[in-house]
């Protein structure tokens, strides 16, 4: 019975692993938000208007997430801050004194918010660890993914909402 359920357990997590998930009905705007940021301060989604932005719900225990953090800091650097933003909202992590040591430590160079229910909501939910939401420049939600290891499809991505323009010259 245990090696039934193991086996169930193992083919739902590689299934739904970096498998794209349409929002329901097609594209939906990206809800607003005003969050907790490090290493203090707050961060508002209207600094991200009209920007291609990746946004990544993972959490401090999430072993894929910390795995794809130096790939997420490389399409973060090669992209051109004027049009493209990524931040990481970490959820299920604790508070924000237990949340901090985890940047510097992780190496994380993108900014980092503290997830509530609210945001969690406004992107239509988040099932598991991790979750990017590719959100396009008109501020709606083009593509979910769920699970670790997506970087090419995220550039592909940012390409495509480029346009082939300034973006699409980092890959």
Do not use: R
Not at 30 to 38: C, I, M, N, R, V
């Amino acid at each position: 019975m245990k090696n039934v359920l193991l086996t169930t357990v193992i083919v739902i997590g590689l299934a739904a692993c970096a498998a794209p998930v349409d929002p329901d009905s097609g594209l939906k705007p990206a809800p607003q938000f005003d969050l907790a940021a490090f290493p203090e301060g707050t961060f508002n989604s209207a600094d991200l208007e009209g920007k291609i932005v990746i946004v990544d719900f993972w959490a401090t225990w999430c072993v894929p997430c910390i795995k794809e953090i130096p790939d997420l800091n490389e399409i973060y650097h090669a992209q051109d801050p004027e049009k493209f933003a990524m931040i990481g909202i970490t959820i299920q992590s604790g508070a924000h004194e237990d949340i901090e040591p985890y940047i510097e430590e992780l190496g994380i160079e993108y900014p980092i918010l503290v997830g509530d229910e609210d945001v969690v909501a406004g992107f239509g939910g988040v099932i598991g660890f991790p979750t990017k939401f590719v959100v396009g420049p008109d501020g709606t939600i083009y593509k979910k993914y769920l699970g670790g290891e997506v970087k090419e499809k995220l550039e592909q991505d940012i390409l495509d909402l480029s346009g082939g323009g300034d973006l699409a010259q980092a890959f």
